[in-house]
């Protein structure tokens, strides 16, 4: 016969969770850097409530989550403000409770309760969160964490539409360049999706700020970096040629300074680099409406295009690339002598 003397602990309710992740967190505040030893239990305590969390909302890989826990789970902890918490505390937490957290986010974020997404009307009631998500970007330890929290909220309109119009967007131009190639990359991400999700917020955007905007685009087009360069122009591609950006697109094609940009890339070192900025020099060269001052550095220019056309791609691309380049080059050649 044998006795247990130890009662199993009965598992918590959401609620109850919310609020123990919750004075978890506050628990930190109130203990000194001296205070080490209960620093760490402090620590140790948050990093298994987050556990506990990410079980109650994924599973433990043999119990599948209850939805009903789960979406209780999500309203608790919005109402007790945990979601500033999770965001202000993260630079403090280990790498392991970060990327927990994160998935719970991922998990939260998507999560209906009734008809409505909580998390995200939370965060539509405290878009400053946006902004320290973004700003944390100069902070290497916690940049790429922020950075994939960043990326779930902007799969929402409302959410991307908010960081695309705050002054926190233009940060995106200097990070995809900082030193640390990981997180540069990262903030690239981001900026892409930014500009590639949500096409009508998109339009708006370029719309309302064409000059600003493109006047800092045109610095990673010309920046040092390869990478930075390849991938900007690729990005450009993908944004400028969408069908609502069509009005953006005609703006763009019109201006010299863009067209003077393309033919530098023309010539790039890079054979990749050199190849997507043919993609967008022919539409300069294709549009039926060319501004005479296009017209006349295609004419002034036309021997040298035509020498970097001709040599461009030779023995790599298919025959629909040689049919397009065959085009624009005749289509050089006619402006060069209109216009001579």
Known sequence: MSFSFFKASRPKTPSELARTVKDSFNALDSITVAEVKALEKAMEEVEKNIVAMKVMLAGDGEVEPNPDQVAQLTLEVCNEDVIALFIHKLLILGWEARKNLVHCWSIMLKQKVDSTYCCVQYMENHLELLDFLVVCYDNKEIAMHCGGMLREC?????????ILESPS???FFKFVELPNFDVASD?????KDL???HESAVSQYLTNNYSEFFEQYEKLLTSPNYVTRRQSLKLLSEFLLEPPNSLIMKRYIAEVGHLKVMMNLLKDSSKNIQISAFHIFKVFVANPNKPREIKLILAKNHEGLLALLNNLG????????????????KEIEKVSRLES
């Open 154 to 162: 902007i799969k929402l309109p409302s959410l991307a539409k908010y």
């Open 169 to 171: 967007f233009g940060l």
């Open 187 to 191: 903030a690239f991400s981001t900026f």
């Open 195 to 197: 500009l590639t999700k």
């Open 314 to 329: 030779k023995g790599g691309e298919d025959d629909q690339f040689e049919e397009e380049k065959e085009l624009i080059m």
